[in-house]
């Protein structure tokens, strides 16, 4: 009986020396693969045919009962040393955030800058809607859902770095690149889609 006992586990231990480790693969692998990728990705272009295209695509205002008399162009203002890249929308606290496009969540975010954020593909994913600050989500929201142009995604709020006083929607539209990172890519002025300059 010790002797059957004895051979079955020299038998799992052959087996277990001869077994590839996936840690050690996965140790060489990771640490290097981030800043590899962050060496070769490039800032995709944009240019006045991506504002035509969002405009003949009747993005909406992602602030219920907002017009385009009620937007301020904050895209170049200056935030902590970079440029905003986005557009405030102020509204109280409460007031819901809507999809802009159809398309999929794909990232639910919360950090110390965005706050309670949300990432959505447009239907192409050419496009990434980014909505923070939010004060909370949308029960049904989730990773994966399909949004359809107007429904409810979150309300605004003053989450991550806004100021409690000023509750707002921080919203910005990013051009992808081919690898379709949801949170890189070019900024394009969200204020332009809807207030065009002559």
């Known amino acids: 009986m010790l002797v ?12 277990w020396t ?27 272009p944009v ?16 602030v219920a009962g907002l017009g385009p008399q009620d937007l301020r162009d904050t895209f170049a203002d200056a935030r902590d040393g970079h440029r905003h890249a986005a557009i405030d929308l102020l509204a109280p606290r409460g007031t819901r955030v809507i999809a802009a496009d159809d ?8 950090s110390s800058r965005g706050g309670r954020s949300v990432y959505q593909l447009d239907p192409s994913s050419t496009y990434c809607y ?3 600050h939010l004060d909370r989500y949308a029960l049904r929201l989730r990773e994966g859902l399909e949004l359809r142009k107007g429904e409810t995604l979150g309300y605004v709020g003053s989450s991550g770095n806004a100021s409690w006083r000023t509750p707002h929607l921080h919203f910005a539209v990013l051009k992808l690149g081919p690898e379709k990172a949801w949170g890189r890519g070019t900024a394009l002025n969200p204020f332009a889609i809807w207030v065009p300059r002559d």
Do not use: C, M
């Open 47 to 62: 240019g006045a045919e991506d504002l035509e295209w969002l405009r003949r695509h009747a993005l909406a205002i992602p």
């Open 103 to 110: 398309g999929i969540v794909v990232k639910l975010l919360t």
């Open 130 to 132: 980014h909505y923070a």
């Open 4 to 15: 059957g006992f004895l051979l079955g586990l020299g038998a799992i231990l052959l087996a």
């Open 18 to 44: 001869r077994t590839p480790r996936r840690q050690n693969a996965t140790a060489t692998a990771w640490p290097s693969a981030p800043a590899a990728e962050a060496q070769r990705w490039v800032a995709p």
